[in-house]
């Protein structure tokens, strides 16, 4: 894992087994925005390795990562299909911390995807 941006730091330490909103919040904050710059930290990590619910960037827009596809977010929901690529790189959003507790398989009481991310979007 490559973290671009102001800092080679990552800032991975887990969030699992954190007590409390403000210590989650302040891991997450620290993952999120380089100290100094408040630039914001992405992640270089191959896409095979990506567990389904992490945000990549591509050509300026959020996409999930769900299964075999990309999905690409909007407001109103997932409205757009790709194929997920079989190689390169990603471009990460979704901090250190919320990575390791996707792979965790974590399954709370609220649904993790909105339901637009698994209907079929006509044409795709």
């Keep these: 894992m490559k973290t671009t941006g102001a800092s080679s ?14 210590a989650v919040d302040a891991q997450l904050h620290s993952e999120r925005v ?5 630039g914001q930290r992405r992640l270089d990590v191959p896409f095979e390795q990506l567990p389904d619910g992490t945000f990549v960037a591509r050509d300026g827009v959020a996409w ?17 299909r790709h194929v997920r690529p079989a190689g390169g790189v990603a471009c990460v959003l979704t901090p250190p911390s919320l990575l390791h507790v996707l ?6 009481v609220v649904p993790l995807l909105h339901p637009s991310a698994y209907d079929r979007v006509p044409g795709t």
């Design 9 to 22: 730091d990552s800032g991975s330490g887990s969030i699992l087994g954190s007590r409390g909103a403000d």
């Design 34 to 38: 380089a100290a100094g710059t408040r």
């Design 64 to 80: 999930l990562v769900l299964g075999p596809e990309l999905l690409r977010w909007t407001p109103a929901g997932y409205t757009e």
């Design 103 to 108: 792979r965790s398989g974590w399954d709370g």
